[in-house]
């Protein structure tokens, strides 16, 4: 032990100073990359426009995993209402038969129609249509509300195009219902739109 303390006295270099009060920020700053000076703090701005494409993946899986859990379990009561036989393996077999139905409908509705809104708020994003159509100018508040409301309305109306005009235009005006009666609710609470990143939520 007394060996290696004169080993590091004999060499003649000094220790360096870790202390807080020793370390010069504005020295190391440029060394470690920090280019503002040592009093600037660095944030990440938050834009919701940049998440592009990202959301159209999360928004899908997210509504596929809840479309085939929600099936699944309507599927489960049927199986356990109409099974044949109270034999086990029939009653086992029913139910897996039905939760694969249901589920597997109900998630793939919900994924495509994830999907389509999805990518009709990115469009209305990336356009800024919410300036174009003079939202924002109105109300900063009435601005956050275009991009879901026309992903809303253009998802359940091209669902809906092949079964007419009338069941597209009905879809439509649902799915702009449901935007509508979520903005409202959220405005009345006073939570941020949006701020649940899933859907219009």
Do not use: W
Request: glycine share 16%.
């Amino acid at each position: 032990m007394n060996n290696s303390n004169n080993d590091s006295e004999d060499s003649g270099a000094p220790l360096p100073d870790f202390r807080s009060s020793g370390i010069q920020l504005q020295t190391i700053a440029p060394a470690l990359g920090v280019t503002g000076g040592a009093n600037t703090p660095d944030y990440i701005e938050y834009d919701p426009k940049a998440r592009g494409f990202n959301t159209v993946f999360a928004n899908a899986g997210m509504a596929y995993l809840i479309g085939t859990g929600a099936g699944g379990l309507y599927g489960l009561r049927l199986g356990l209402q109409s099974a044949p036989s109270t034999h086990f393996r029939v009653r086992v077999n029913s139910i897996l038969n039905q939760c694969g139905r249901y589920g597997s409908r109900a998630g793939n509705t919900m994924g495509v129609f994830a999907v389509l809104y999805s990518l009709y708020e990115v469009m209305a994003d990336q356009y800024d249509l919410e300036d174009r159509l003079g939202a924002r100018a109105i109300s900063p508040t009435l601005g956050s509300f275009v991009a879901p409301g026309l992903g809303a309305v253009g998802a359940g109306v091209t669902y809906y195009a092949p079964s007419g005009i009338r069941a597209a235009g009905l879809a439509g005006a649902i799915g702009f219902a449901s935007v509508g009666a979520t903005f409202t609710l959220y405005s009345a609470l006073g939570i941020p739109y949006g701020r649940g990143g899933f859907l219009f939520f």
